[in-house]
C-alpha cells in the first residue's frame, strides 16, 4: 500500500518523463534557484562571492581585468596594489552596484570617467591612497551617491566641480590630508554644490583660518557636521566665541573632540586648547550670550529655530514675558511660521529680552534661546544723522565764505578812497563829527564861532570874519569842491547817536544855515 501511495505522486509530477529529460529539467529549475538565492555562479579567480557580494580584498591585485557579473551590489576591492583606475576598468553596466570598495591600495589616478556605468552608485570608499587632486566633474556622474570617504591621501587641491549634480552626498570625509583652504562654497546656505550634506570632515589638515562670518550664517544642522579639529589654527577672540557657541548648543562637532579643537597663538605658543583663550593666560576673551539678534524700531523680524537636526517640524516659542506664542492668532504681532520660526510685526522696545524655542523630535529634544536686542530708532536712522551731519558741516563752510566775501570782496569804502582825501585834507571829515566823544561847544562862547566855522567852511567860500555867507545855498557853497562840508552837529545828525553829551543846535541866525540839514543828511546816505 505504501509502495502505491508513494508510485502515485512520481507520475503525477512528471507525467510522460523521461529520465534524461527530467534531469534536465531539474537543472534549469536549480539554476535559476541558485541566481536568485544570490548562489554566484563564475565568481572571479581570487574572490570570494556570497550572494550578491563580491569581496577581492587582499587578492594581490595590480590591474583592475575582473569580469564582474550584472547582479554584483557590494564590490570590495581593498588593500591591494592599484595604482589607476582607469574608464575601462567596468566595461558594461553594473546597475545593481551601490557600494564600491577601493581603499587601503596605491591609487595616484583616478579617471573622469571611471564612475560612468554605476549609476546607482550610493557608497565609494577611496580613503588610504596616494591621491593628489580631484580634478573636474570627477563624481559628477555619481547623482545618487549618498556617502564619499577620502580621508587619508594626499589630496591639496581640490576643483569644486568635482562634486557637482551630487544632490544627495550627505557625507564626505577629507580628514587626514593636505588641505589649506577651507571649502565653504560646498555647504554654503544659499546655491549650495551639496544640498544634502550634513556631514563635512576637515580634520587634521593644514587649515589656519576660515571665514567665521560665513560659517555663522550656515544652518545649525550642518555646523553640528562641520569637523575642523586638529588644525594649525590662529587662535582669535572670534574663533574662541564661534565654538564656545557651539559647545553651549551642544554641537557634535565640539562636544566630541573638545580636547582636538586647538589653535596656534604664535610660534612659541602652540596647540592652546580653543575653549580656554578666555582665561587672561592668554587672551583673554570675552564671553558672549549663547545667541543674539539685533532689530530696529518699526522693523518686521523673522528669528529662527536653529536646530542641530533637519527636519524638525514641532517647534514652540515662548516670550520674554512667558507667554506662549500661538500658530493661529493672526491678530497678535507675534505669530509662530509653519517652518517653525517666530515673527515679530513691528518690533518695539518692550520686545526686547530672551525668547526661548523648544524643538521636539523623535531623536531627541533640543532647547534654544535667542537674546533680541532692539534700537531705539528706524533702521535709517544712522544714515539720516549722517545726513543731518553733513548738511550743517555744508552749511558751516557756506557761511566761513560769504563772510570771507562781505570782508575781502565788498567795495571799498575807506581805503580806496585815500586819494580822495588828500584832494580835500582841508575838508573836515565826517567820522570827526560822528566818532568823537568831546562835547560840541556853542557857537557863542568866546571865539567858538569863528574856530568851529574856520573848520567847518573851505576858504574860497568864505564871508566877512571868516563866516559862511549868511544868504549862501547849499549848491552855492559847495561850488568848486569835490564834496559838501558840514556844519556843526545838529539833533538829528550822527553825532548825536555817538555822543555822551548833549548837543547844543545852532540857530538859523547865526550863520549856520548854508550848510544845513539837508547837507548833512545827503552826505550820511551817501555813506551809508
Given at each position: ?10 507520475r ?7 529520465g ?19 548562489l ?20 594581490d ?31 558594461s ?31 565609494l ?27 587619508k ?40 554644490l ?28 550642518v ?46 605658543r ?29 522693523e ?10 533637519r ?18 492668532n ?96 582841508q ?48 549848491r ?32 538859523q ?20
Amino acid at each position: 500500500m505504501w509502495a502505491r501511495d508513494a508510485s502515485a505522486p512520481r507520475r503525477r509530477l512528471a507525467p510522460g518523463c523521461g529520465g534524461a529529460a527530467c534531469l534536465l529539467l531539474l537543472l534549469l529549475l536549480s539554476s535559476g534557484l541558485a541566481h536568485r538565492g544570490g548562489l554566484a555562479l563564475g565568481c572571479p579567480k581570487d574572490c570570494v562571492c556570497a550572494s550578491n557580494i563580491l569581496s577581492c580584498s587582499n587578492a594581490d591585485l595590480k590591474v583592475l581585468t575582473l569580469h564582474l557579473p550584472r547582479y554584483a551590489a557590494v564590490l570590495d576591492l581593498s588593500h591591494n596594489n592599484l595604482t589607476h583606475v582607469r574608464a575601462d576598468w567596468a566595461p558594461s553596466l553594473l546597475p545593481h552596484l551601490q557600494s564600491l570598495l577601493l581603499n587601503h591600495n596605491h591609487l595616484v589616478f583616478v579617471s573622469t570617467e571611471a564612475f560612468n556605468n554605476l549609476p546607482h552608485l550610493k557608497y565609494l570608499d577611496l580613503s588610504s591612497n596616494f591621491i593628489a587632486s580631484l580634478g573636474e566633474n570627477l563624481f559628477s556622474k555619481l547623482k545618487e551617491l549618498e556617502v564619499l570617504l577620502l580621508y587619508k591621501n594626499r589630496l591639496s587641491r581640490i576643483d569644486l566641480t568635482a562634486f557637482e549634480e551630487m544632490g544627495r552626498l550627505q557625507k564626505l570625509y577629507l580628514s587626514h590630508n593636505m588641505i589649506s583652504r577651507f571649502p565653504l562654497e560646498l555647504v554654503k546656505k544659499d546655491g549650495a554644490l551639496l544640498p544634502e550634506l550634513e556631514l563635512l570632515d576637515l580634520s587634521s589638515n593644514k587649515i589656519k583660518t576660515f571665514s567665521l562670518d560665513a560659517v555663522k550664517d550656515l544652518p545649525a544642522w550642518v555646523k553640528n557636521g562641520l569637523y575642523v579639529h586638529s588644525n594649525p589654527l590662529t587662535c582669535t577672540c572670534q574663533l574662541y566665541n564661534l565654538f564656545s557657541h557651539w559647545q553651549k548648543q551642544q554641537l557634535s562637532s565640539a562636544v566630541d573632540f573638545e580636547e582636538e579643537l586647538r589653535c596656534d597663538i604664535d610660534p612659541s605658543r602652540k596647540g592652546i586648547r580653543i575653549l580656554s583663550l578666555s582665561s587672561p593666560e592668554f587672551m583673554n576673551c570675552t564671553k558672549v550670550k549663547e545667541q543674539s539678534f539685533i532689530a530696529y524700531r518699526g522693523e518686521n523680524v523673522t528669528i529662527d529655530c536653529d536646530t542641530r537636526q533637519r527636519g524638525v517640524t514641532i517647534k514652540e516659542w515662548v516670550t520674554p514675558k512667558f507667554e506662549r506664542v500661538s500658530q493661529e492668532n493672526n491678530n497678535s504681532s507675534m505669530l509662530v511660521l509653519t517652518n517653525g520660526s517666530l515673527q515679530i510685526s513691528n518690533i518695539g522696545m518692550e520686545d526686547m529680552g530672551p525668547y526661548i524655542c523648544y524643538a521636539v523630535s523623535q531623536v531627541f529634544n533640543e532647547t534654544l534661546c535667542v537674546h533680541v536686542a532692539v534700537h531705539n530708532l528706524t533702521q535709517h536712522g544712522a544714515s539720516d544723522t549722517l545726513n543731518t551731519a553733513y548738511t550743517t558741516l555744508v552749511g558751516c563752510i557756506l557761511s566761513v565764505i560769504l563772510v570771507l566775501i562781505y570782508l575781502y570782496l565788498t567795495p571799498c569804502r575807506c581805503w580806496c578812497r585815500s586819494s580822495e582825501k588828500q584832494a580835500n585834507q582841508q575838508e573836515d571829515s565826517i567820522n570827526s563829527s560822528m566818532l568823537s566823544t568831546t562835547p560840541n561847544h556853542n557857537a557863542e562862547g568866546a571865539g567858538g564861532k569863528e574856530v568851529l566855522n574856520r573848520h567847518m567852511t573851505p576858504s574860497n567860500v568864505q564871508g566877512q570874519n571868516g563866516k559862511c555867507k549868511p544868504n549862501s545855498s547849499p549848491r552855492e557853497s559847495t561850488k568848486g569842491t569835490q564834496k559838501a562840508e558840514r556844519k556843526m552837529s545838529d539833533p538829528e545828525s550822527v553825532s548825536s547817536v555817538f555822543s555822551d553829551t548833549p548837543i547844543v543846535g545852532v540857530s538859523q541866525s547865526e550863520g549856520g544855515r548854508g550848510c544845513g540839514k539837508e547837507k548833512a543828511r545827503a552826505e550820511l546816505v551817501g555813506l551809508l
